[in-house]
């Protein structure tokens, strides 16, 4: 807003009015004081220093009609004062309120402006939109198709990860209790290991034949569980495991490469090296490192296999 508007803003506001024009009352008061005032001295100085012959004599019938005269001006000024003093009141009461008219009337206007520049900014913006988005546009109907098909390919999308849920918990569960018979299977592994080397048998002895084919039964189901492909002793120290990771259809079997290395003369593991589950987006450092200081070699090939099947049904 410049100073022009501000300045009819002010002229237009009643408490500034009433402030004004309480201002000239009482200068034109004063005004009138002094000129009275002034023209009584003039009338006076006249008489004093006008000869007595050729002053004005006044009568005692002049003096009733300047009295009279006196009285009907008084009571006209009581009478304008009265309506005066009527309309200062009147200017109080309706102040107010037509200073609440004129900030509703102010606030309309500059909400009127404003919503005039929108629409002339939301025209501006509608051509510079039409001029970037030329024929063809999307119209609704076409929108409403988009929108469908995009809700149907979405309901495609939510089943088939439903499904992969599905699935993935169907194979959790079955690793989980693969986990628990390579368990069962490991320690009776043991068992049957600490019985050979208790009974001390000659290698002819016929009772260590049902012990070797239990316990190649049990390699064999062992292998079958957890997807065993291949083993192989690299050296002395070291172990290489090959299993089989299976992947959803129509992709082929994955495979993971994990190499135990002991320490010499012991049965410590000291590290261990994986292959194959970058490929599966599968961080397995911390496993390793968790599992290494523990010295615990199944329970480190069982988290790695875990992670690695989970990672291949995501």
């Not at 606030?107 to 404003?114: G, I, P, V």
């Not at 025209?123 to 198709?145: S, V, Y």
């Not at 064999?220 to 990771?245: C, F, G, P, W």
Request: hydrophobic share 40%.
């Amino acid at each position: 807003m410049n100073d022009e508007d501000e300045d009819d803003v002010k002229a237009k506001d009643p408490a500034i009015i009433a402030m004004e024009v309480a201002d000239q009352i009482a200068y034109l008061r004063k005004l009138k004081f002094q000129y009275l005032e002034q023209n009584a001295k003039d009338k006076y100085v006249k008489s004093i220093v006008s000869d007595i012959d050729d002053a004005p004599i006044v009568t005692a019938e002049e003096n009733k009609v300047l009295a009279r005269t006196n009285e009907d001006k008084k009571e006209k000024l009581k009478i304008a004062k009265g309506r005066l003093n009527e309309v200062q009141s009147n200017i109080r009461l309706l102040g107010p309120m037509v200073e609440q008219d004129y900030q509703r009337v102010k606030e309309a206007t500059d909400r009127a402006a404003l919503l005039s520049q929108k629409i002339i900014d939301a025209r501006t913006a509608l051509i510079l939109l039409r001029q970037t988005h030329p024929k063809p546009r999307l119209t609704i109907p076409l929108a409403e198709q988009k929108l469908q098909d995009q809700v149907e390919e979405m309901q495609m999308l939510n089943d088939q990860v439903q499904d992969i849920k599905q699935k993935a918990k169907m194979e959790k569960g079955r690793v989980k209790t693969g986990t628990v018979d390579v368990e069962n299977l490991r320690l009776q592994a043991s068992e049957a290991e600490k019985a050979v080397k208790a009974a001390q048998l000659d290698e002819d002895d016929s009772r260590l034949v049902p012990l070797y084919d239990w316990y190649t039964a049990s390699l064999a189901l062992h292998r079958s569980i957890s997807n065993l492909a291949d083993s192989h002793s690299v050296s002395e120290n070291e172990l290489q495991l090959t299993y089989k990771i299976d992947m959803p259809s129509p992709s082929r079997p994955h495979h993971v490469v994990i190499a135990l290395i002991f320490a010499p003369d012991t049965r410590k593991l000291a590290a261990a090296q994986v292959s194959g589950l970058d490929e599966l987006g599968v961080e397995a450092g911390d496993v390793i490192d968790a599992h290494v200081q523990v010295d615990d070699p199944h329970g480190l090939i069982a988290a790695l296999l875990a992670r690695a099947r989970a990672a291949a049904l995501a």
